[in-house]
């Protein structure tokens, strides 16, 4: 879609990422840590300093203690930190279970290492997990759960009754979860993030998965860490090792630098929550029924009320004739189910949200 957008000149609403530049001082950084010459290999689990800031954010936020010598990971990304998760734990057979719809690097994954994808369909509006319905799908193959929250694409995020659950799903079992933790500081309304981090019983077999793309407005740098308990991360780290090697070393000093601010990150919540506010109220006035977003950069709409295309088919009609390019919820499910629900991001300046409104209420 976004290669759509970029030929047609339409705005582009569809792949998560921001419009705008990230802080002028992060820039900076790199460039001093460059000019001071830290351009060769940094550790293969990551600098030191950037793992020590890791570490305290986690403990301030979520009351864990991860040690940075043993415990945290930096990666290429959230995204290899997710495929090195997966290949640490997941051997031929190995069931995991995903919720759909799903971000699109979990299922490959588990694929390439002869797992079986074991799927829940979540439907809108409300995107609830049945845990019921998890219960029957567990069996003794069962490896992995793959969760996220905030979630990509339906901006719903996991609720302490949904911890509750979990936690008595897993405790008689041998079952690692994979938690997708990228959007964990894009939560709105005053809402609590879940992290697996917060509860003991979690937390000692989750691999959570962090991206300071997300966190620092910088998705093109692919920068994210992995934290898990010590006897998980060394099997990680065995994979990371000759996946990566290591992770670029200027942009680690910057982040570690950076980050040693809190309010470089507790300011997110507020600043996505003004922009969510303000295209919703946008919509308000469109044709588009929209449904609730409590966390992440993502506002999904149904547009039943508009067309009973597919959603696929949609989304191209919406970027040629309107301009505006979005995501069709049916890619992130395994069959294509089209709920007539499609994904608009929000990291965009006003003066876009408002391009973008001014052409969606034309619709
Ligand atoms: N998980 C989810 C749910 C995401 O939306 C993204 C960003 N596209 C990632 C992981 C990957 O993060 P990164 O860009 O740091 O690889
Ligand atoms: N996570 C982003 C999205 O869902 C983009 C990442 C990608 O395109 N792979 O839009």
């Not at 992130?332 to 969606?360: H, M, N, P, W």
Request: a negative charge; glycine letters at 4%; proline letters at 4%.
């Amino acid at each position: 879609m976004s290669a759509l957008a970029a030929e047609l000149g339409a705005i582009n609403l569809s792949q998560g990422f921001p419009d705008y530049d990230c802080p002028a001082e992060l820039k900076e950084l790199v460039s001093q840590a460059m000019q001071q010459g830290y351009n060769q290999y940094a550790p293969m689990a990551g600098l030191m300093s950037l793992r020590e800031v890791i570490a305290a954010k986690t403990e301030k936020l979520y009351g864990a203690v991860y040690d940075p010598e043993t415990e945290i990971t930096v990666t290429a990304g959230g995204t290899q930190a997710i495929y090195t998760a997966i290949s640490t734990v997941v051997n031929p057979n190995d069931e995991v279970i995903i919720f759909e719809p799903a971000y699109d690097a979990y299922a490959p994954a588990v694929r390439m290492m002869g797992g079986l994808v074991k799927s829940l369909q979540l439907e809108p509006p409300d995107y609830r997990i049945n845990w019921e319905m998890v219960k029957r799908l567990i069996t003794n193959r069962t490896r992995m759960i793959i969760l996220n929250s905030p979630h990509n694409p339906t901006a719903t995020m996991l609720r302490k009754e949904d911890i509750d659950q979990l936690i008595s799903i897993i405790n008689s079992r041998d079952i690692f979860i994979l938690s997708d933790e990228v959007y964990e500081h894009l939560i709105f309304d005053g809402r609590t993030h879940e992290s697996m981090a917060r509860y003991a019983e979690l937390r000692d077999r989750s691999f959570i998965v962090a991206s300071l793309g997300k966190t620092f407005h910088v998705t093109g740098w692919k920068l994210g860490y992995c934290i898990a308990p010590a006897y998980l991360m060394r099997e990680f780290r065995k994979i990371h090792q000759f996946l990566v090697f290591s992770v670029n070393t200027p942009m680690q000093f910057a982040a570690a630098e950076y980050l040693k601010n809190e309010e470089h990150y507790n300011y997110l919540p507020g600043f996505f929550q003004q922009k969510r506010d303000h295209f919703r109220a946008g919509l308000e006035q469109s044709r588009f029924k929209l449904l609730p977003c409590e966390g992440s950069y993502f506002q999904s709409v149904f547009y039943d009320a508009i067309s009973d295309e597919k959603d696929t088919d949609f989304v191209v009609r919406l970027t040629r004739e309107f301009g505006v390019a979005a995501i069709p919820t049916s890619a992130f499910y395994s069959k294509g189910t089209d709920f007539k629900v499609i994904r608009f991001c929000f990291a965009k300046t006003q003066e876009t949200l408002d391009k973008a409104v001014d052409r969606l209420i034309k619709v």
